[in-house]
C-alpha cells in the first residue's frame, strides 16, 4: 500500500494502494529505526522477531545451518545490488549467457531464477488489474447485444457471472477514483510554481499567506492548497525551497502512480500477446519468459529480497532475518498492475522444483479466474514440502469478508484450509498501542500471525536503501524467520514451521489485537526456534560434531567443525 502525505490533509484521507508498499520518510541517520524490526520484545519492549537471539539459541545446541533457497516471487530483483549479491541463489546447473539450457528444466539461462512476465519482446511493465481482465472477457458474454442470450448465459455460468459482477462493481468504481485522483494530483503540481510564488522565499506559516489576496484563478487555487498544507508538521514552517522540493517529490510519487492507472484499467490494454508471446489461455503452458531478473521496476522485489537476506555493507548496516542462512532465487511474477494466476502457477512451481523451500508472495488481488490451476500448484508445493509465506494484504479489511487471492480458503466458510503449507501473515508496528498497522488485514481464522511491516528499511534498487511499509514487507520478514528455523532444522515440515511461529509470538491484548490473527500476537523467532527444536527437531540433522584431541594440546580440549 501506498500513501501520499499530502492527500492525508487535502483529500480528507484519500489513500491509494499498489503492489502494497508505502515509500516513508523516516531519516536514514537512525540507524536504531533501520533494524527495529529484529529487535527482542523481552529487554526492548519494541515487537521485534528476536533475530539475533534466535542464531545464539540455535548454535547453542550445536547446531550447523544449511543453506536455504528462498524463492521470491515478486516484481524482481536487482541481483547485483551490493546488500544482496552475495546471497543470491545461483542454478548450480546452468552455464551463465550461454544460451543453452544445461540443465534441461525448459528455461535458458536461468542462473539467478526466471521472468514469467517477459518475452523476446521485451518485459511488462504496466498490465491491466484482474478486475479489468475480468470486465474485457465477459462483458460481451454476460452484457451482450443479444438479451436473451445473455440470460443463457447468466444461468449457465453462474461462477462466472459472479465474478463478473463483483469486478465490474470494483472496475467501475476504482477506474473512476484513479481517474478523479490523477486529475487532482495533477492540479496540485501544476499550482506548485503559484505556491512557491506566493511564499515569496519565505518559510510557510500562517503570517505569511493570511494576508495574501489573489488576482487570478491559479493563485486562488495555490493559496487555497496552501493553507490546508500548512496543518500538517510536515510542511509547516518549512522554508520555502523545502515545501517546493517535498510537493514536487509527492507530486512525481502520485502521479507515477497514477497515470499508470489509465492502462489498468483499460479494457483494450493488453500488453501480453506482444511482450510474453505466450498462448495466454493456455494454463498448461509453462516455457515461456525470459531471465531478465530486474525488468521495468524491481523497486518492491529488491526491498523484499533484503528484508529476507539483505547483507550489511560498506557504511549500510541493514540486514535480512535469514541473512545469514538463506539465498534468494528470483522468480519476476509481478507486474506493475495484477499478477496473472497462469503466471503465479508456473512461478511456484519453477522455485519449487529449483530447489526453494519458501516461497514469498507479497501481492494479492480479489477475483482468480484461474485460482484452480494455482490452488494445484498450492497442492503441488505441499506435496514437495515447500512453504508458502503470503501476505495478508493492505485493504485495512476483515478478509474473511473480502477474500484475498490467491487463498488457502477455497471457501470463506471453511473451518481449516485445505492445503496446510501456507503462512498468511499481517503487518505490525514498532508502537505499542498501535501494533497493527492501520493498512493491514486481519482475521483470527484466516491470518495466521503478524510481523513487522511498518517503517521498514531494506535494499531498493540503484544500489540503495528505503523505507517501505505493507504487508509486503511483514510477509518477507516471516519468510526469513521461517528460513532460519528450516536452515538449523531441515526435517521441520511447513505445518510444524507454522505452528512453531503460531504458537510463540509475542501477545498484545491493546486494541483488540489478539483477535486480528490465528496467533493473537507478534513472531519471536528465538521462541519459534525453541519450540521447534523442543517438539519437533528430530536431533539428527545438521548436529556439530565433535572431535577431541590430544592432550599435548591443553589449550584446545575440543573444537567444533
Known amino acids: 500500500m501506498k500513501k501520499v502525505l499530502l492527500a492525508a490533509v487535502f483529500l480528507a484521507g484519500f489513500t491509494y494502494s499498489s503492489a502494497q508498499e508505502t515509500p516513508k520518510t523516516e531519516s536514514k541517520e537512525d540507524k536504531d529505526l533501520m533494524t527495529w524490526y529484529h529487535k527482542d520484545f523481552a529487554t526492548s519492549k519494541v515487537y521485534g522477531v528476536n533475530t539475533e537471539n534466535a542464531y545464539k539459541f540455535l548454535k547453542s545446541k550445536g547446531l550447523k545451518p544449511k543453506t536455504v533457497v528462498v524463492g521470491v516471487l515478486d516484481s524482481g530483483v536487482q541481483v547485483d545490488h551490493p546488500g544482496l549479491v552475495k546471497n543470491m541463489w545461483s542454478n548450480p546447473n546452468e552455464v551463465p549467457n550461454n544460451g543453452k539450457d544445461d540443465d534441461g528444466n525448459g528455461y535458458i539461462d536461468d542462473v539467478h531464477g526466471w521472468n514469467f512476465i517477459g518475452g523476446k519482446n521485451g518485459d511488462i511493465d504496466i498490465d491491466n488489474m484482474e478486475v479489468t481482465r475480468v470486465v474485457a472477457k465477459y462483458k460481451p458474454i454476460f452484457e451482450g447485444s443479444n438479451s436473451t442470450q445473455n440470460k443463457a448465459n447468466q444461468a449457465k455460468m453462474k461462477e462466472e457471472f459472479e465474478m463478473y459482477m463483483k469486478s465490474k462493481e470494483l472496475f467501475t468504481k476504482k477506474s473512476v477514483d484513479a481517474r478523479q485522483s490523477f486529475q487532482r494530483y495533477s492540479m496540485i503540481n501544476e499550482s506548485i510554481p503559484e505556491m512557491v510564488k506566493i511564499l ?60 499508470p492507472m489509465a492502462k489498468q484499467y483499460d479494457i483494450n490494454y493488453d500488453p501480453r500477446a506482444e511482450i510474453v508471446g505466450d498462448h495466454y489461455d493456455d494454463y498448461s503452458e509453462k516455457i515461456y519468459g525470459n531471465n531478465h531478473y ?55 512451481r519453477y522455485a519449487v522444483d529449483n530447489g526453494a523451500k519458501v516461497l514469498n508472495m507479497s501481492f494479492g488481488k480479489p477475483v482468480s479466474p484461474g485460482k484452480n490451476v494455482v490452488w494445484d500448484a498450492f497442492k503441488y508445493a505441499e506435496d514437495k514440502g515447500v512453504l508458502l509465506v503470503k501476505a495478508a494484504g493492505n485493504e485495512n479489511e476483515d478478509v474473511a469478508e473480502h477474500l484475498a487471492y490467491p487463498t488457502n480458503f477455497k471457501n470463506i466458510t471453511d473451518e481449516a484450509p485445505f492445503i496446510n503449507n501456507v503462512m498468511v501473515v499481517g503487518a505490525s508496528t514498532n508502537k505499542n498501542d498501535a501494533l497493527r498497522a492501520d493498512f493491514s488485514n486481519y482475521n483470527k481464522k484466516m491470518v495466521n500471525v503478524f510481523a513487522p511491516g ?37 526435517n521441520l515440515k511447513p505445518a510444524q514451521i507454522i ?34 527444536y523442543a ?26 567443525k
Not at 510557510?204 to 492548497?225: D, F, M, R, W
Open 200 to 259: 515569496g522565499g519565505k518559510p510557510l506559516t500562517t503570517e505569511t499567506v493570511k494576508n495574501k489576496k489573489p488576482s487570478t484563478q491559479q493563485e486562488a487555487a495555490a493559496l487555497e492548497i496552501l493553507s490546508i498544507v500548512i496543518n500538517n508538521p510536515e510542511y509547516s514552517g518549512k522554508p520555502a525551497t523545502e515545501v517546493e522540493l517535498k510537493l514536487k517529490e509527492e507530486m512525481k510519487e502520485a502521479l507515477d502512480h497514477f497515470g
Open 294 to 348: 530486474e525488468g521495468p521496476d524491481a523497486t518492491h522485489g529488491t526491498h523484499v529480497s533484503g528484508i529476507i537476506a539483505g547483507s550489511p555493507q560498506g557504511g549500510e548496516i541493514q540486514y535480512g532475518v535469514a541473512s545469514k542462512v538463506a539465498k534468494i532465487m528470483t522468480v519476476r511474477t509481478v507486474p506493475n498492475g495484477d499478477e496473472r494466476d497462469k503466471d503465479v502457477a508456473n512461478a511456484i
Open 454 to 490: 511498518d517503517q521498514i528499511y531494506s535494499t531498493v534498487t540503484k544500489g540503495k536503501y528505503e523505507y517501505l511499509q505493507g504487508t509486503s514487507m511483514a510477509s518477507p520478514v516471516a519468510a526469513g524467520a521461517a528460513a532460519v528455523l528450516l536452515a538449523y532444522m531441515p
Open 499 to 532: 505452528e512453531s511461529l503460531v504458537k510463540t509470538s509475542n501477545l498484545s491484548s491493546a486494541n483488540e489485537f489478539g483477535e486480528k490473527s490465528q496467533a493473537g500476537g507478534v513472531i519471536d523467532v528465538k521462541k519459534a526456534a525453541e519450540y521447534a
Open 535 to 560: 517438539n519437533f527437531y528430530d536431533g539428527k540433522s545438521n548436529t556439530v560434531k565433535t572431535k577431541t584431541v590430544k592432550k599435548s594440546r591443553p589449550a584446545k580440549k575440543s573444537v567444533k
